[in-house]
């Protein structure tokens, strides 16, 4: 999927900034409002759909590479299951907190506070790169070969949804 | 109040049926991603704010992308129905029209949302601890301390479950990428592409679930493979 109207182009380079900037302040104030890792994740990655959609496949992957996405999309997971496994080492029950310092409640506080956060941009992290890793596969195919599909399908006409390349 | 309620629910039966009777996927997709936006709006109405949020961002930004994407791969128009036979019509009416009456049963018998004397709502382990003594040593704010209450069941007591769901959602990418990579090399990886790099599933052992998928791909993109 790709378009050539300079409007779209245009428009969407000066908004992809400002999208990711929004994801990352809806992680960051996932513990006082509405937002956390899931939904931040969602929006960092619409901003690389974007991408994909207004300047094609290949341009999108070369922003955001299979290796990096590949590499990124565990390393959330990765870095959840640490913190829950570290709590355990620290003496306490998988994912609590409060075991990686002493029984000081601003301590404990504070633990509770960088445990969230922690496991918050892994969700981030994670969901962010998992769809972004979701819409790139899905939609390689769309660019290589879209005559194939047209003999399937007579009516099915792809470029009359926008796709003019 | 209530009319909005009624409004946004009359709005949200009628954008199902048109998405379910569309022939047009493309035209049934917009008026799914239209479906989770009065969804939202709906979550909105009763408060819950994070849930109204993911709905925005997942139900009508990502999921209607992620349709677009499987659309362009699979054509924009579904197949005519076939010539059935009557039963075979009507059974399906009769089947969804019996669980619509028993659900609506079901709900006649549930509290008004936002009653406080609902079990949900008056349970004294579940509303004391985590919204009504928020303020309070025992409660979730000074237990936990995050003002959204929210992130502190999500993330603090109930981390365990949050962490199953980030893997179902690296696993989901995990699944793609082994089904519909196939063939294609790594992109970052000129080593394993390379013309002399063995291949590390030859077509020949092809599992049966991805064979429509990876023979049309060796049909007409076999120059990467």
Not at chain 2, 83 to 106: E, N, T, W
Not at chain 2, 134 to 140: F, L, Q, R, T, Y
């Given at each position: 999927m790709k378009t050539n109207s300079p409007i779209i182009q245009m428009v969407s380079r000066f908004m992809i900034p400002f999208i990711q900037l929004y994801g990352m302040y809806v992680f960051a104030h996932g513990e006082v409002g509405p937002g956390g890792g899931f939904q931040a994740g969602v929006i960092i990655a619409a901003s690389f759909v974007l991408l994909g959609l207004v300047y094609g496949w290949d341009y999108g992957r070369s922003q955001v590479s299979e290796r990096v996405s590949d590499l990124l999309a565990p390393t959330g997971a990765l870095l959840y299951g640490l913190i829950g496994l570290g709590a355990v080492f620290a003496g306490g029950a998988y994912l609590q907190y409060a075991a990686y310092t002493d029984s000081d409640p601003h301590h404990v506080h504070l633990a509770h506070h960088l445990g969230l956060i922690g496991i918050e941009l892994g969700v981030t992290i994670t969901v962010t790169f998992a769809m972004v890793t979701l819409y790139f596969e899905m939609s390689r195919v769309s660019d290589e070969d879209q005559d194939g599909l047209a003999d399937n399908y007579p009516a099915h006409s792809p470029k009359a949804g926008g796709q003019d390349d | 109040?209530?009319?909005?309620?009624?409004?946004?629910?009359?709005?949200?039966?009628?954008?199902?049926?048109?998405?379910?009777?569309?022939?047009?996927?493309?035209?049934?997709?917009?008026?799914?991603?239209?479906?989770?936006?009065?969804?939202?709006?709906?979550?909105?109405?009763?408060?819950?704010?994070?849930?109204?949020?993911?709905?925005?961002?997942?139900?009508?930004?990502?999921?209607?992308?992620?349709?677009?994407?499987?659309?362009?791969?699979?054509?924009?128009?579904?197949?005519?129905?076939?010539?059935?036979?009557?039963?075979?019509?009507?059974?399906?009416?009769?089947?969804?029209?019996?669980?619509?009456?028993?659900?609506?049963?079901?709900?006649?018998?549930?509290?008004?949302?936002?009653?406080?004397?609902?079990?949900?709502?008056?349970?004294?382990?579940?509303?004391?601890?985590?919204?009504?003594?928020?303020?309070?040593?025992?409660?979730?704010?000074?237990?936990?301390?995050?003002?959204?209450?929210?992130?502190?069941?999500?993330?603090?007591?109930?981390?365990?479950?949050?962490?199953?769901?980030?893997?179902?959602?690296?696993?989901?990418?995990?699944?793609?990428?082994?089904?519909?990579?196939?063939?294609?090399?790594?992109?970052?990886?000129?080593?394993?592409?390379?013309?002399?790099?063995?291949?590390?599933?030859?077509?020949?052992?092809?599992?049966?679930?991805?064979?429509?998928?990876?023979g049309r791909r060796h049909s007409s993109g076999g120059d990467e493979a």
């Open positions: - | 109040m209530t009319f909005i309620d009624d409004l946004l629910l009359a709005i949200l039966v009628i954008l199902a049926v048109s998405a379910v009777r569309s022939r047009d996927l493309l035209a049934a997709t917009a008026i799914a991603g239209a479906y989770s936006l009065m969804m939202a709006l709906l979550w909105v109405v009763m408060n819950a704010m994070d849930v109204a949020f993911t709905e925005a961002a997942v139900g009508a930004g990502i999921s209607t992308v992620l349709m677009l994407a499987a659309i362009s791969r699979v054509g924009r128009l579904e197949k005519p129905a076939e010539k059935s036979s009557r039963p075979r019509r009507v059974m399906p009416v009769v089947a969804s029209v019996a669980c619509a009456a028993a659900l609506l049963y079901g709900t006649a018998d549930m509290p008004r949302v936002g009653d406080p004397n609902s079990p949900a709502n008056s349970h004294p382990g579940v509303v004391k601890r985590y919204l009504d003594s928020a303020d309070k040593p025992d409660g979730s704010l000074g237990e936990v301390g995050p003002p959204n209450v929210v992130t502190s069941v999500l993330g603090d007591y109930r981390g365990y479950d949050t962490f199953g769901e980030t893997t179902v959602i690296f696993t989901a990418a995990l699944c793609v990428v082994l089904l519909l990579r196939h063939g294609h090399g790594t992109g970052g990886s000129p080593a394993r592409s390379g013309p002399g790099a063995p291949r590390t599933l030859p077509p020949v052992q092809t599992p049966a679930l991805t064979a429509p998928i990876a």
